[in-house]
């Protein structure tokens, strides 16, 4: 198993920035490939952005793309969503969740472990 704890959430103005981190524990990190969602009241679960477990690849959601980078450290056994430019859509709980093998997923079904969210809030 993997253990995952989120940090970095807070309130921000529009044109802000935040660094999410996701810090994991337990089995060796850099087996699994990781991805950040997100959740705001009233809606579904959202795919945010996936690395593999290398991180030599990435994705993102369109909504984000262009503002918002995912990267991880294997050797600190954490992964990073830095997020620039936030908009008061951005506003949501966002997770971490971490899957076996190399590649990431955009649905959050095929996550087997998560973290307890963190909330990040854009005021307009």
């Known amino acids: 198993q993997v253990q995952l704890v989120e940090s970095g959430g807070g309130l921000v103005q529009a044109g802000g920035s935040l660094r999410l981190s996701c810090a994991a524990s337990?089995?060796?990190?850099?087996?699994?490939?990781m991805g950040w969602f997100r959740q705001a009241p009233g809606k579904e679960r959202e795919f945010v952005a996936g690395?593999?477990?290398?991180?030599?690849?990435?994705s993102y959601a369109d909504s984000v793309k262009g503002r918002f980078t995912i990267s991880r450290d294997n050797a600190e056994n954490t992964m990073y969503l830095q997020m620039n430019s936030l908009k008061p859509e951005d506003t949501a709980v966002y997770y971490c969740?971490?899957?076996?093998?190399?590649?990431?997923?955009?649905?959050?079904?095929?996550?087997?472990?998560w973290g307890q969210g963190t909330q990040v809030t854009v005021s307009s």
């Open positions: 969740a971490a899957r076996p093998g190399t590649y990431y997923s955009g649905s959050a079904r095929d996550y087997n472990y």
């Open positions: 690395i593999t477990r290398s991180g030599g690849s990435t």
């Open positions: 337990g089995r060796t990190f850099s087996s699994y490939a």
